[in-house]
């Protein structure tokens, strides 16, 4: 736990900490439990088809994984992260009001369809579906604002006065932080599910409202003990000067002997000259004429034609990981399948008891539990018995974890597909094929092998990527690494979408029904996984040959934590430092 007490500085401290969690664990809340149910709301409400519904969803997930790194990049660079999350408190607060004023208004939503029905002919108006789309843009704007801040907003709180000290503070700052924001996706999805399904959604859209107001109340409360780093350059901003500087450069001819060449670099750095790989990034940091290219001070004269040694070495670092990154997309798109599981899950028998049943999108958090309940077994249980029986230190290399969670992703879909074919004969066999909303004698509860193996998938796939990123990036790329995991979450919203417009479009006969019809129990959503699942198996020999060309990790079994911690402490350290593009040396 944080047992520092209050630091003597008016600003700042533990004491700020607590509303910044907050902020971040309640908008958590409301924004997983508008998201959780939303495939039913938009079918019921607006008369959409499942397919058309999913494709929404996976675009919102898209944007609400990719406007942190716009977020950053804003906050970072121009306005700061009070202002960033200030904003993103606004603007999610304004979505999920006017979200649920289309519960209240008459005339924002479509007369009522039979759930899914593939009769229904009460579309939704453009101008209802343009309003859908401002509250659900403003939502992930605000997402946006407060995800890509909160957690270096935290950071700033603290004193660096005595490193280790921080070092610990800000470990069990981390800890907590994941711990909360967790459980809030994991309350989202259970308590505030519930009560949408037992008080219907003037309700159910309501409490994510007034949880939204505590969020931003929480945060505005405190501003005045917060302290505010002023905005310095992006890390963006530094990659872009790389590729600038480089195909200005693109008629230099580099020699083969480093030693022929002048370069830039770093003061105190220990880079001197670039590497071999990627040569044309190289030109960047060569110095043509130190009088025209460099300032009396030895800084570069226009670092949009000169960078350091650093800058070139961290983008080329990157551009190295993006093959093992692209690798994760495909097993973030079986996550993501949220919207045609909760679909499922409504078919089936839910009840654990005669009077209680439980909530179709609350299947989902089993997912969550799962990831858990693997991480801590094989953190806590299956390393330290492995460890005393080779006699020795034993644990999985990074790479193997990634490769382990991509096998197992791609082997949980073909075990959806095969749970989705049983519940479908089922259907059939009880002559409801035709109701599409008709509930099977099948227990939900087949449902859990599935969401075992993925959670398993994640706990593997997921954690492995996260540390390969902080361990075989650069320990100043820290806060490229944290956006790394997101932007794949982002693209695999974005694949969802277009395997799911794809399998609608070109698979499905003028006189036959499609593999995602807006009728589960006349599509063929077990086709649907068996793809997902083929496309995991292909994903997985992708996965071997860029581990193979990777060649071996450089980094050991360096904590996650730990990376983030020295990265950030790093960063913090620097912050009275000029921006480093410009504190150089010459070789």
């Known amino acids: 736990m944080i047992t520092e007490p209050l630091l003597s500085s008016p600003k700042g401290g533990i004491r700020a900490l607590f509303f910044i969690i907050a902020n971040e664990a309640l908008e958590r809340l409301a924004s997983f439990g508008l998201s959780t149910n939303m495939i039913l709301y938009l079918t019921r409400e607006y008369g959409m088809d499942a397919a058309s519904g999913a494709q929404i969803l996976f675009l919102y997930s898209a944007a609400g994984n ?6 950053a990049f804003l906050a970072d660079t121009y306005v700061g992260r009070y202002p960033m999350i200030g904003f993103g408190c606004i603007a999610s607060l304004l979505g999920m009001v006017l979200l649920w004023l289309t519960t209240i208004i008459p005339g924002a939503t479509v007369p009522s369809c039979a759930q899914f029905s593939s009769i229904c002919n009460n579309d939704a108006t453009t101008p209802q579906l343009l309003f859908l789309y401002f509250c ?9 604002g407060i995800r890509s801040c909160s957690l270096a907003f935290g950071a700033d709180q603290l004193s660096k006065r005595d490193s ?3 070092a610990g503070i800000l470990e069990s700052f981390f800890s907590w932080y994941y711990v909360i924001s967790s459980a809030s996706v994991f309350i989202s999805m259970t308590c505030v ?8 959604w003037k309700v159910g859209f309501g409490v994510p409202v007034v949880l939204m107001i505590l969020s931003t109340l929480s945060f505005f409360l405190a501003s005045p ?11 963006l901003i530094g990659f872009a000067r790389v590729l ?27 880079l001197v000259v670039p590497s071999e790989r990627i040569r044309f990034l190289n030109k960047a940091c060569v110095i043509k004429n130190p009088e025209e290219d460099l300032m009396p001070d030895g800084r570069a004269s226009d ?5 350091t040694v650093d800058q070139v070495e961290e983008l080329k670092a990157l551009i190295k990981v993006i093959p093992i990154w692209s690798t994760g997309v495909l097993v973030s798109v079986n996550v993501c399948q949220n919207s045609f599981l909760l679909l499922q899950a409504s078919t089936m028998n839910r009840h654990i008891t005669s009077k209680f049943e439980i909530p179709a999108g609350s299947f989902y958090a089993f997912l969550l539990l799962s990831a858990t309940m693997w991480i801590a077994l094989y953190d806590r249980v299956i390393i330290p018995l492995a460890s005393k029986i080779t006699g020795k230190p034993t644990r999985l290399g990074l790479k193997q974890k990634i490769g382990i969670g991509i096998l197992v992703s791609a082997a949980s879909m073909a075990v959806l597909a095969i749970i989705e074919r049983v519940r479908r004969e089922i259907a059939i066999r009880e002559g409801i094929s035709d109701i599409p909303d008709a509930v099977t004698h099948m227990s939900a509860m087949w449902l859990l092998p599935f969401y075992f193996l993925l959670g398993f998938s994640e706990a593997m796939n997921g954690v492995g990527l996260n540390e390969f990123f902080y361990t075989e990036l650069p320990k100043s790329m820290s806060s490229v ?8 979450l982002s693209a695999a919203s974005l694949v969802a979408s277009f395997i799911v417009s794809n399998v609608r479009g070109f698979i499905g006969e003028a006189n036959q029904e499609s593999w995602v019809s807006s009728n589960i129990n006349k599509g063929h959503y077990d086709y649907y996984y068996w793809l997902l699942s083929s496309l995991g198996f292909a994903n997985f020999i992708y996965y071997l040959a860029c581990s193979k060309a990777y060649g071996p990790c450089k980094g050991g079994q360096r904590g996650i934590t730990g990376d983030v911690r020295e990265g950030l402490i790093d960063d913090d350290d620097d912050d009275d430092d000029d921006d480093y593009d410009y504190d150089d040396d010459v070789v």
């Open 164 to 166: 280790l000290k921080h």
């Open 66 to 71: 990719f406007m942190p790194i716009i977020g």
């Open 193 to 200: 599910v519930y009560i949408q399904e037992a008080m219907g």
């Open 225 to 235: 003990i917060y302290v505010k780093p002023k905005a310095k350059a992006s890390w």
């Open 244 to 270: 600038v500087a480089s195909f200005r450069k693109r008629r230099i001819e580099l020699s083969s002997l480093d030693t022929d060449e002048l370069y830039h670099h770093r003061k105190g750095s220990a």
């Open 481 to 488: 690494a944290s956006n790394l995991f997101s932007i794949g």
């Open 136 to 144: 659900l843009g403003l939502m992930s704007i605000g997402a946006g």
């Open 303 to 307: 670092p949009w034609s000169l960078c």
